[in-house]
């Protein structure tokens, strides 16, 4: 199953096939059976899930679980208020915007794996939530923004989109004269390697005016193999920078050690992190999310000093109202006229120049 189109035409979608797989636990054969929920993964991607480990960090990511049933604090029609749908600006289904120069082009509503934790699992996933993904709408939208000059193309997974559609898509903005960046967000370079083909790399390969930034989701390092650096070294030769977006997860990537493997481990396939997301209040993930806290401490203990500068993340919180990011706060101990006290990693402390306005 080389081709990419063969990995989605097995999808592993069905529990006799994810048996084939893994040994499934009764537990996950009842979410299964009584979930009405989307649920699938590429072949490529099943067969990196342990077979006897339910808390397989890929597996969790993949198998749906009876806890999504609960939702203490999910918040209802999370993503109409996340995505500010519900305002008087109007815009297409397919535009979400929260800010004035950037906006989100939502295209599709389809994956190549139904992560269980995703944020738009109201649209994605579960599919209580309709929208319209109309492109051609969507680019009329944008042709009328001069204001926007960065457009974020996501999904649903772009890169499921045909070459054709993606050259036409590319092309259709790249005459916009006000854009001067497109950006994909996509799982495929971790879920689904063999995307990234000939075909694909002519329709991204050049030196354009307007350049192609792509950001993927790898969460564990266990997602990372030999074919994820190839896809990842064709798309950088085809002149297109690849970042990455983690979600935090608990019981997943929580840990110290994990969390600095996962992000030491993107580096070595030439894969920059990017952002880490708090993992999001939408309905029916409860069991996914630590402590807001939780990512700023991990930054804390386990990336800044601990190890190399460009492992580090911006650990951001995704909002209604844009990404705001969490810091760890130890840095500066205190401050006097005279100079401030600053903490490295390791505790030590220094002092530096206060230099007065
Ligand atoms: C995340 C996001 C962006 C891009 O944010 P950056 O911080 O520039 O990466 C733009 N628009 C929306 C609606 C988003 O959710
Ligand atoms: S690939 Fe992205 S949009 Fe699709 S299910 Fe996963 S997190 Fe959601």
New binding site residues.
């Given amino acids: 199953m080389d081709l990419w189109q063969e990995q989605m035409r097995y999808h592993v979608n069905t529990l006799e096939k994810l048996k084939t797989y893994i040994n499934v636990t009764d537990r996950e054969e009842r979410a299964i059976t009584e979930m009405p929920t989307r649920w699938g993964t590429t072949p490529y991607f099943a067969a990196l899930m342990g077979r006897d480990d339910p808390d397989c960090p890929i597996r969790r990511q993949v198998v749906p679980s009876i806890q999504e049933r609960e939702n203490t604090y999910g918040v209802p029609n999370y993503l109409i208020w ?3 749908r519900d305002t008087s600006e109007i815009r297409p289904d397919c535009i ?4 004035i120069d ?3 082009f939502t295209v599709s509503d389809a994956c190549a794996i139904y992560c269980r934790h995703c944020f738009r699992k109201e649209l994605v996933v579960d599919r209580d939530l309709q929208l319209r993904f109309d492109v051609e709408e969507g680019l009329k939208w944008i042709r009328e923004h001069p204001e926007v000059r ?1 457009v ?1 193309i ?1 999904g649903g997974d772009p890169f499921l989109f045909s070459d054709e559609k993606l050259d036409y898509l590319i092309r259709k903005l790249r005459e916009m004269p006000h854009l001067q960046m497109i ?1 994909f ?1 996509t799982r495929t370079p971790i879920v689904l390697p063999q995307r990234v083909t000939e075909g694909l790399k002519k329709v991204l390969a050049g030196r354009h005016r307007v350049p192609i930034w792509i ?1 993927t989701q790898c969460n564990h390092p266990k997602e990372i193999t030999e074919q994820t650096a190839q896809a990842v070294y064709d798309l950088l030769t085809c002149g297109v920078n690849v970042g990455n ?1 983690a979600v935090l997860l608990k019981g997943i990537n929580d840990d110290p050690a994990t969390f600095r493997e996962l992000h030491q481990k993107l580096l070595t396939v030439r894969i920059r992190p ?2 880490v997301f708090y993992c999001e209040p939408a309905p029916g993930i409860d069991h996914f999310r630590t402590p807001v806290e939780k990512g700023a401490e991990l930054i804390r203990d386990a990336i800044r000093g601990h190890t190399t500068g460009l492992a580090q993340p911006m650990y ?1 919180i ?1 909002t209604n109202i ?2 705001i990011p969490l810091m760890p706060d130890y840095y500066i101990q205190g401050k006097d006229e005279k100079e401030y006290t600053l903490r490295n990693y390791q505790g030590k402390t220094t002092q530096w120049p206060n230099i007065p306005e």
């Fill in positions: 996340k995505e500010n979400a915007r929260q800010y950037r906006v989100a960065d974020l996501t950006r967000g950001n977006q990017y952002y951001v995704a844009g990404k």
